[in-house]
């Protein structure tokens, strides 16, 4: 690939916070990310409808693609029964994790994109190695290119808050579903 000839790439995006440091970098480092939202884990609904209209507005302003997936919450609730409980980065957010990375994965193998990634990495609170490991398990599957990622690495989540603020964004306190709404993330 020439400095030039950009490589488009489809980026799971749970908001628009999490986005902006990311797509930054993949735009300064010779790709062009296309937006993939799809996130049946994010409750209650106002809520859910606040953060995909923030990300909406930030990736018209921004001049970024953006893909929309919107499934009801059944389905998720029932992949991730009987782990009410668990603690957040246990085993319900692998799975919350995998579901989502997945319908990404399906996108990009049924669609123009042989390399997909996600921007869950941007936050302290997400294991990277777990999200990579199921990104390439994935990747495998679909016949794709996973791009491996932390991006939290050399300041990334704070460069991620400092353009959330400078764009003027909402910025939510827990992570999305029900359970994590006490944990304050
Ligand atoms: S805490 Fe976050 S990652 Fe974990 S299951 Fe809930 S929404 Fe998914």
Request: glycine share 4%; hydrophobic share 30%; with cysteine.
């Amino acid at each position: 690939m020439s400095k030039t000839e950009k490589k488009n790439i489809l980026v799971h995006t749970c908001c628009g916070p999490c986005c902006t440091h990311v797509f930054q970098y993949l735009a300064e480092n010779n790709f062009t990310p296309y937006g993939f939202f799809y996130n049946p884990n994010i409750h209650p609904l106002d809520e859910y409808q606040t953060r995909l209209e923030e990300l909406i507005s930030f990736a018209e302003i921004r001049g970024y693609p953006l893909i929309l997936k919107e499934d009801p919450v059944d389905t998720w609730f029932e992949q991730v029964r009987g782990l009410e409980d668990c603690p957040e980065g246990g085993k319900r957010c692998q799975i919350c994790y995998k579901i989502r990375l997945e319908e990404t994965a399906k996108y990009a193998s049924k669609s123009d994109f042989d390399t997909f990634t996600t921007v869950l990495t941007v936050s302290p609170h997400k294991n990277t190695q777990i999200i990579n490991s199921i990104g390439i398990e994935l990747a495998n599957k679909y016949s794709l290119n996973f791009l491996e990622a932390d991006f939290k690495k050399n300041n990334g989540f704070k460069k991620s808050i400092e353009l959330s603020r400078k764009y003027n964004m909402y910025r939510q306190n827990y992570c999305g579903c029900i359970y994590s709404i006490s944990s304050d993330k």
